[in-house]
């Protein structure tokens, strides 16, 4: 199965990305509150039985997440909410997980985000949607192990259980 160790934002958070304008334009998919989160580890394809393992290895976490204070475009497909206060649960995941699910390919650095909309081929999002103010703040005390399913409207998922 496709995994990932994820935060998620609180309702609060959640709401305030809810009334963030999100205009209808050709080529550009939003996400919805359900994709909410950001990952601080992806791991790719798992096999089932490592799940177990994978769950008792996640650490216990403490930090305070920082989202915003504007949107911004992750290279010219993806439109996000930067998350600041995640480097060091990501390094503690990372620590975690590595001897269990070494990474497929090269390791990328942290760049803490959740994700807002994204391009389809051929199209780009528009520069006009960075900018637009959109903050929160949260207390984080939980990773969680996620469950990936990409179909034809996105991606699904499914909190398999957490720290």
């Known amino acids: 199965m496709r995994l990932f160790v994820a935060v998620w934002p ?10 963030l304008d999100r205009p209808s334009l050709p ?3 939003w996400t919805t509150p359900d994709q909410w989160h950001v990952t601080v580890r992806f791991l790719g394809d798992v096999d089932d039985a490592l799940v177990p393992v994978l769950l008792a290895a996640l650490p216990a976490v403490s930090a305070t997440a920082t989202m915003g204070p504007t949107t911004a475009r992750l290279g010219h497909h993806v439109l996000v909410a930067p998350v600041a206060g995640l480097g060091e649960v990501a390094v503690a995941v990372q620590g975690a997980t590595v001897p269990l699910v070494p990474d497929q390919d090269r390791p990328r650095p942290f760049r803490g985000h959740l994700t807002l909309a994204r391009s389809r081929r ?37 909190i398999v259980e957490g720290a």
């Open 27 to 29: 080529g550009l998919r």
């Open 10 to 19: 609180p309702d609060e958070v959640v709401s305030s990305i809810a009334a």
């Open 122 to 158: 051929g199209a780009s999002v528009p520069q006009s949607l960075a900018g637009a103010p959109l903050a929160g703040t949260w207390p984080v005390e939980r990773v969680t192990l996620v469950r990936s399913q990409l179909g034809p409207k996105g991606a699904r998922y499914e």
